[in-house]
């Protein structure tokens, strides 16, 4: 049996709001994107941090994704360094937020971002994009819900993926992650395609769990770097599809 900690920050009102919800909790004082090796101060295999999504557009929603940094580490984490992703925790953790999601709230997974860098598996799991959301207490009882259905039921096994390409919220990866077999793990964004190679691909395929032998891309959503997807999947040798194929 796999153990959970989930952990939220002092300094989070949307982690805090979640806690009110849940039994057992760490709470950290310092921003969760800054709880670098985390892994080590903690008895549990998995670590979910509950969180606030900030976004300029202000859309209401729900999100989830394993934190990363393709490029250079701004908020966290190592530069070019990616955390272990639970693939099909994250599947199962979209499905159930589509199932129990709030009238006008938008269920997300968010592209790989930010930190902490730690070795355990991990994924953050957010009320989004400010504060008017973030202290909403359905909002925080969805999430807390959704955390109690993952660390206490069995999950199911998929085949696992990484996505190159597309917008931040990548919604052609979540098309992939609620109708088909396939969960999304890692997913480089087009605004990161800039920092991408072989050696950072060959990682996250590997820091995926399960680890992941096939690449999915948003071929429209690569923008001037198709050519540099293609030559680098090419160097790898890997299984790759186009997210029209699913």
Known sequence: ???????????????????????DV???????IFAENID???????????????????????????????????????????????????????????????????????????????????MFIEIGSSENEWIREDAGKVIADVIKEIISTEVKGYKSAVGIGGLHHTPNFKKIILKSDIAISHVCPKYSLKSLDVVKLRKAMERTVPKSE???????????????V??????????????KDF
């Open 214 to 228: 096939l690449v999915i891309v948003d071929w429209k959503g690569l923008g001037e770097h198709k050519q540099k």
């Open 40 to 122: 080590k101060e903690v008895d549990a295999d998995i670590l979910i941090f509950a969180t606030k999504h900030q976004a300029k557009s202000g859309v209401a929603s729900l999100s989830v994704h394993t934190p990363g940094n393709w490029g250079e580490a701004k908020f966290g984490g190592k530069d070019g360094e990616v955390c272990v992703a639970p693939a099909n925790l994250l599947k199962k953790a979209m499905k159930l937020l589509e199932n129990k999601k709030l009238e006008g709230f938008e269920v997300i997974l968010e592209c790989t971002h930010h930190g902490p860098f730690v070795s355990k598996p991990c």
């Open 26 to 32: 760490i709470v950290i004082d310092d921003e969760t």
């Open 1 to 23: 049996m796999m153990k959970f900690a989930v952990i939220v920050s002092k300094k989070d009102p949307a982690g805090m709001n979640i806690k009110k919800f849940l039994d």
């Open 230 to 243: 293609v030559d680098i999947l090419e160097e790898l040798d890997v299984d790759w599809k186009k997210t």
